[in-house]
């Protein structure tokens, strides 16, 4: 027995298994490759990088595809660079569009010009209706659970079932997915696949530094905290040196605008944090993380990661 497949538009995979889109610098080419060797899908996130180095990242991550494979791009429509990057992207000719942190009229009409799917990121029955009458190919439902900044304070799996009777396109279960148990309920749950973030940042592919995935795998579900970013969002985040000063501080310096954001509070640069944590300190940058983060106990290859997926998927299948 294995996985069941999963068909998002021209996209059929053997595992239904999207990569988390995970900025800054996270999910680039190495990841979303491995993730697509492997049989699910890729995700390279556009977040804190230039237009230039998305298209060198998409060309990189299709020379380390082997035999067929699919590559997306996740971009974020809070982002000033927001219209750039999608039309980058799908000049690029990537397999799909992800989107998310707001909704955009104009995404999908240029996804449907170019004849590439585009997917929404949503929280909401409200929302997921909205994306399907614009032309969505597929909704990831995104629960409370999820690493990052959040978009509800609701439970995945309470709000999972609401979303799967609103909508006749693919649904995808975010936010928590840990294991193999995760996913079969989920699709016992009316979901079609799941996307998983977290789990994959603590892989040999995975495009962060070291001393970032070291700090996922000595993390504890205690570490971790929601704090209230420049975008206007809660993320959960585990806790260090500069979760402390943006919590206990009203009057913390920026230290360098980044100019990112349609909308700022400007209390901090995010994307400067973000950057600052993929540089390799961890604890003077935002460190996003899921809150089952404290779970993961060892950095494996991707192929290994989702071979324990499929065998956990099984067992709970027939258990």
Not at 66 to 83: C, P, R, S, T
Not at 159 to 184: F, K, N, Q, Y
Not at 290 to 317: C, D, F, H, M, Q
Request: glycine share 10%; net charge neutral.
């Amino acid at each position: 027995m294995n996985f069941p497949e999963l068909k998002i538009g021209h996209m059929v995979t053997s595992v239904p298994i999207l990569q988390g889109g995970m900025g800054v610098g996270i999910s680039l080419s190495g990841l979303a490759s491995a993730v697509a060797n492997a049989g699910g899908i890729g995700i390279i996130s556009g977040t804190g990088i230039s237009t230039e180095e998305l298209r060198i990242q998409i060309r990189r991550a299709r020379e380390l595809i082997l035999g067929k494979g699919y590559i997306g791009v996740n971009v974020l429509f809070a982002m000033n660079d927001f219209a750039e990057k999608m039309k980058a992207a799908l000049d690029e000719k990537v397999d799909f569009i992800i989107s998310g942190a707001g909704i955009s009229r104009d995404m999908y009409s240029w996804g449907k010009q170019a004849g590439i799917p585009v997917i929404s990121i949503v929280s909401s029955a409200k929302l997921a209706k909205i994306s399907e009458r614009l032309g969505a190919a597929a909704v990831v439902v995104e629960g409370f659970e999820a690493g990052g900044h959040l978009g509800t304070d609701r439970p995945l799996f309470e709000i999972l079932p609401e979303i799967v009777e609103s909508v006749s396109i693919p649904v995808i279960a975010a936010g928590g997915i840990m294991t193999g148990a995760d996913i079969a309920k989920a699709m016992s749950l009316g979901a079609s696949g799941v996307q998983m973030g977290t789990r994959f940042v603590a892989s040999e592919e995975c495009d962060a530094p070291q001393s970032f995935k070291e700090k996922y795998v000595s993390a504890e579900e205690n570490d971790l905290l929601l704090v209230k970013t420049t975008v206007g969002l809660h993320g959960r985040a585990i806790a260090n040196n500069f979760t402390r000063l943006i919590t206990t501080s009203d009057k913390l310096k920026i230290k360098k605008c980044r100019d990112c954001l349609k909308n700022c509070s400007y209390q901090f640069c995010t994307l400067d944090s973000l950057l600052t944590s993929v540089a390799g300190d961890v604890e003077n940058g935002l460190v996003f993380a899921g809150a089952r983060v404290g779970e993961i106990k060892e950095i494996l290859p991707v192929r290994k990661i989702i071979e324990k997926l499929r065998l956990e998927y099984i067992s709970s299948a027939f258990a």
